[in-house]
């Protein structure tokens, strides 16, 4: 997938959380966001997803601009799969229903339909046993892992994960880390927010570095995150290696 930011602004009360970002990419491939907090990452991904409108710039996917108007968003919104927050599922259903529900209630799946995708991705990610739990009652890694089920069978055109280790202990971090390593070895087009530089060395192919709602740079990660040339990135690298 084709992937062009032109001049993306977005401000909250004033405050510019995007400043003209502006990237473009031929292949999005897996897209790593860094940054400090507040950076704009969040917005960024949001505005992606077309849950939330820039005051000015474009978005362009394969040379269609996004248009943000409520005639044309919820079409995208069904076509980008979403994990933003750790906990973002319908606490009073189970797994298996939290992966049926937007099947069959948004994509038009009938209940039949929607419960053999929803099991065979449940068994790919290791949770076919869990499938009648209720989140409360799944581990963290294993509630993140739902999430990202839920956000995969709907065969997006893109998935966008924000942070989706952050509330996670090492070893369920590591579960979550190899589901989505597993989707990029798939060839799906991903953008994924994420702390875990480790990581992000290993699956990122582009890295882009936001801070005070600029890009501050952006190429390929081994470049990036090696061998930066602007001195904010460099020092925001400094700071989250040093731990
Ligand atoms: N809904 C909102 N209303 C007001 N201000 C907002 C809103 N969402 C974000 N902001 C502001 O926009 C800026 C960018 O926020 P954003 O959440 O995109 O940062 P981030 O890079 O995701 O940070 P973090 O790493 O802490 O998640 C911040 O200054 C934030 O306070
Ligand atoms: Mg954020």
């Known amino acids: ?39 704009g990452k969040t917005t960024l991904l949001r505005i992606i997803a077309g849950l939330e409108r820039p005051n000015a710039g474009e978005v362009v996917i394969n040379d269609q601009s996004l248009v943000f108007e409520e005639d044309y968003l919820p079409k995208h919104r069904r076509s980008v799969g979403t994990v933003f927050q750790a906990f973002n599922l319908f606490p009073h259903l189970t797994a298996l229903q939290n992966v049926t529900l937007p099947l069959e209630k948004v994509h038009g ?17 290791r949770l076919e046993m869990h499938a009648s739990k209720r989140p409360a009652e799944l581990s963290g890694g294993q509630r993140q892992r739902v999430a990202i089920v839920r956000a995969v069978a709907i065969k997006p055109k893109l998935l966008l994960f924000d942070e989706p280790t952050s509330a996670l202990d090492p070893e369920m971090t590591a579960e979550v880390l190899d589901v989505i390593r597993e989707l990029r070895d798939e060839g799906r087009d991903l953008i994924l927010v994420t702390h875990e530089m480790g990581f992000a060395r290993q699956v990122a192919d582009q890295v882009a570095v936001l801070a005070e709602g600029r890009i501050v740079e952006s190429g390929p990660a081994a470049q990036v995150l090696e061998h930066p040339k602007s001195e904010r990135c460099r020092e925001f690298l400094a700071k989250v290696l040093k731990y």
Do not use: C, W
């Open 1 to 39: 997938m084709k992937l062009r930011l032109n001049q993306l602004s977005k401000t909250f009360d004033g405050h510019l959380a995007l400043d003209s970002v502006s990237l473009a990419l031929e292949a999005v491939g897996t897209l790593v966001l860094i940054g400090p907090s507040g950076g």
């Open 109 to 125: 799946y009938s209940p039949k339909e929607a419960a053999k995708v929803a099991r065979q991705l449940l068994t790919r990610f």
